[in-house]
């Protein structure tokens, strides 16, 4: 069965391991840092106060996304990923065997990375919460950022989204939101959390579809909510109807995100596997980009396909933070297919800023190959699209209460030109 373990030893030629015990404070992160500009995961033996090793930057390049996936390219990444979507998997349920410990969250795999950050935190940590108020049990998974406040109390940032919903439906009846919380697991399981499917769609079912057979789960002893079997670490605990400031923390833009009144959880047990390896992953890295970013390129390619003949490639590019900025390549059949991309692109992912559109041609991951595409192909009387005051992202330091201001550049050749005009020259 895939497990975080198993996938570690996949990619090994990618993996520095560090023997000697390093801190958890700065030190680990920044190591992390080192190793994320060379496309290294780092496998720390010791972190101090931690218990077991801790696995960061662990799908930080494309060819590792690639491994996971089980797939040679980014289209058939993206088809892969919508199809988990649209079709998601099934679960096999075993009985729970994993082994209760003292509750300290202290020696959970939570670092301090920035240096105004709020204190330690865990940044894979996938909260799954239940519902069945419906009578028809409903499951979500999602990660979450968490801060440690004391021994057996953490607050995590919830969004407005389906776990805020559920906590507002277990907050409606008077009643605290019972939680697992879990650390350490194949990152498809992590992918598959990162995603948004609709209300009802079980996030595990869709790891169940990425990996490719039933996803085996167990049902914590407290509460009753299924957890993979081959997790690391799995917390059981209670969203309050407490609130404590959460922040400030670093976020994908690699600015500080504000302090939040948020949930205090309450934590009531921690269980630990016979193979614990914790997931640390460094805010605004790479890693951080990739399972926040790619399920947004999924949908962007598959809303760009509908619109245009054929899309070679989508990429949230890291100047961008892997969230406001996108370049699309694309096959142009008719002028306008390019504004119609630039289009269909915003509506797939509404926190995009910047939308540019090239050729085939042009090399996605190289920005010097991008520029030169707007410097050549690109005329701003013709091809900019600017739409004023919508609705962006509220990552975006810029924007104002989410409003900003979103610009697309069509950077295709256009069809009234000679082609051969626009082709970059070569040396046989």
Known sequence: MPSLRSFIDEIRDYVTVIEREVSPIYEAPRIMLESDYKGLTVFFKRISGVLGPVVGNLVNTRKKLYRMLNVSDDVNAYKKLIGALEN???????????????????????????????????????????????????????VHRILLIDRDKVVARIVPRHLYNIVKEYSSRGMET?????????????????????YGVFELKIASKLLEEPLRVARTPKYNIPVPVDSSIVLEGRITSEEVDEGPFVDITGTYDKVRRQPLIKVDVIYVSNDVIGHAILPASNEHRIFQGFPREALIWRSVSTVVPKVYGVRL????????????????SHEGDGKNAILAAFAAHPSLKHVVVVDKDICLDDPHSIEWAIATRFRADRDLVIINNIRGSTLDPIAKD????????????????????FIRAKIP
């Open 402 to 421: 989410g409003l900003t201001c979103k610009m697309g550049l069509d950077a295709t050749i256009p069809l009234t030109h000679r082609k051969e005009d």
């Open 88 to 142: 998601p998997g099934s679960l096999k349920e075993e009985s729970f065997s994993m082994k209760s410990v003292d509750v300290d969250v202290n020696f959970l795999p939570a670092l301090k990375f920035y240096e105004q950050d709020a204190g330690r935190y865990l940044t894979s940590s996938i909260i799954i919460a239940c519902e069945d108020f419906s009578g028809e049990e409903i499951c979500n998974a999602s």
């Open 178 to 198: 019972p939680i697992a919380i879990v650390i350490g697991v194949h990152p498809a399981i992590l992918l598959a959390s990162a995603t948004s499917p609709p």
């Open 317 to 332: 590019t890291p100047g961008g933070c892997g969230w406001l900025h996108a370049v699309i390549s694309i096959e142009k």
